[in-house]
Nanobody, 123 residues
Framework: VQLQASGGGLVQAGGSLRLSCTGSRRTSSNNAMGWFRQAPGKEREFVAAISWRGSGTIYADSVKGRFTISRDYGQSVVYLQMINLKPEDTAVYYC?????????????????WGKGTQVTVSS
């Protein structure tokens, strides 16, 4: 499975971005998918995840109410809509495919990772 994340960029605080992640194989459509991020000097952290059919989602407390994860079932594409962005959201964002159909917050449960896209939020 190859994953390609896109949609990152530079935005002012309060702005919005929509990230996309496309898988190269349809098998990822049977797996949960997630977004993680890593800021300079910090550990990679969980952001959001969605079940294989898109019926179940989970979010990090820091992004609840501002970020929305969604997917095109069967198309191996997952999105992360981000609104009201804050400078602390600045990071490289990675998408990943879970080994199972249910979403989780643990990086170890994700078997394939994309290369990431940079999101920079200026104050």
């Amino acid at each position: 499975v190859q994953l390609q994340a896109s949609g990152g960029g530079l935005v002012q605080a309060g702005g919005s971005l929509r990230l996309s992640c496309t898988g190269s194989r349809r098998t990822s459509s049977n797996n949960a998918m997630g977004w993680f991020r890593q800021a300079p000097g910090k550990e990679r952290e969980f952001v959001a995840a969605i079940s294989w059919r898109g019926s179940g989602t989970i979010y990090a407390d820091s992004v609840k109410g501002r970020f929305t994860i969604s997917r095109d079932y069967g198309q191996s594409v997952v999105y992360l809509q981000m609104i009201n962005l804050k400078p602390e959201d600045t990071a490289v964002y990675y998408c990943a495919v879970n080994r199972r159909p249910v979403p989780s917050t643990e990086p170890s449960e994700y078997s394939f990772w994309g290369k990431g896209t940079q999101v920079t939020v200026s104050s």
